[in-house]
């Protein structure tokens, strides 16, 4: 496979994502290794190596949506993924994610808006740059949240993007949904069960 200039930027930004599942020493020196990579090297790695886990014709937002590939996941529905950019251009920097690779992103989907409405509510966001994307011939949209002060884009840190994902994600739960899967709010299901023994 060929790979153009954006999509070899992309698996760099992909393989930088990463950096934490190598030994804190050796983070730098990889980091450095990465971004002087040219896209042939990039294409090699790719091909020879199988730390993004991605087969012959596997596409590395397909790897994500399977869960083969880590991601920061804000939302979800039974199409679509939105996961933090891990080089974003703006705090919640936002790739909205078909999960299948030759569906185009739904016009008549409310999962954008909900995803944007998220991030107004969270984050404070008043306006958004959408970009249509192709990569890896993926359809991805792109929501880059505006504030008015937008500095460079720079490759977020593992906290940073899960400090952003928390801000999102967090009480999204509400107490009746009595699921087991609230390990944060233990008072609440006291309170919700205690009217119900007795
Ligand atoms: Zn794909």
């Given at each position: 496979?060929?790979?153009?200039?954006?999509?070899?930027?992309?698996?760099?930004?992909?393989?930088?994502?990463?950096?934490?599942?190598?030994?804190?020493?050796?983070?730098?020196?990889?980091?450095?290794?990465?971004?002087?990579?040219?896209?042939?090297?990039?294409?090699?790695?790719?091909?020879?190596?199988?730390?993004?886990?991605?087969?012959?014709?596997?596409?590395?937002?397909?790897?994500?949506?399977?869960?083969?590939?880590?991601?920061?996941?804000?939302?979800?529905?039974?199409?679509?993924?939105?996961?933090?950019?891990?080089?974003?251009?703006?705090?919640?920097?936002?790739?909205?994610?078909?999960?299948?690779?030759?569906?185009?992103?739904?016009?008549?989907?409310?999962?954008?808006?909900?995803?944007?409405?998220?991030?107004?509510?969270?984050?404070?966001?008043?306006?958004?740059?959408?970009?249509?994307?192709?990569?890896?011939?993926?359809?991805?949209?792109?929501?880059?949240?505006?504030?008015?002060?937008?500095?460079?884009?720079?490759?977020?840190?593992?906290?940073?993007?899960?400090?952003?994902?928390?801000?999102i994600l967090r009480q999204q739960i509400v107490p009746s949904e009595l699921d087991g899967s609230m390990p944060s709010a233990p008072e609440k299901i006291i309170q919700k069960l205690k009217p119900r023994i007795p």
């Amino acid at each position: 496979m060929a790979i153009s200039e954006e999509e070899s930027k992309k698996i760099k930004e992909h393989l930088l994502g990463q950096l934490s599942q190598f030994p804190e020493d050796k983070r730098e020196q990889i980091t450095k290794e990465i971004n002087s990579m040219t896209n042939e090297q990039i294409e090699n790695f790719v091909k020879e190596n199988n730390l993004t886990h991605l087969g012959e014709n596997e596409c590395i937002f397909c790897s994500i949506v399977s869960g083969q590939n880590p991601s920061y996941k804000i939302a979800e529905d039974n199409k679509n993924l939105a996961i933090l950019e891990l080089n974003p251009l703006s705090k919640g920097h936002t790739l909205i994610v078909p999960k299948d690779h030759s569906q185009e992103i739904d016009k008549k989907s409310n999962f954008v808006e909900i995803v944007q409405k998220k991030l107004e509510e969270r984050l404070g966001t008043k306006e958004f740059q959408k970009n249509n994307l192709k990569i890896m011939d993926h359809q991805i949209l792109e929501l880059i949240p505006i504030y008015g002060n937008e500095k460079e884009r720079h490759p977020a840190t593992k906290k940073e993007l899960e400090e952003i994902q928390e801000e999102i994600l967090r009480q999204q739960i509400v107490p009746s949904e009595l699921d087991g899967s609230m390990p944060s709010a233990p008072e609440k299901i006291i309170q919700k069960l205690k009217p119900r023994i007795p």
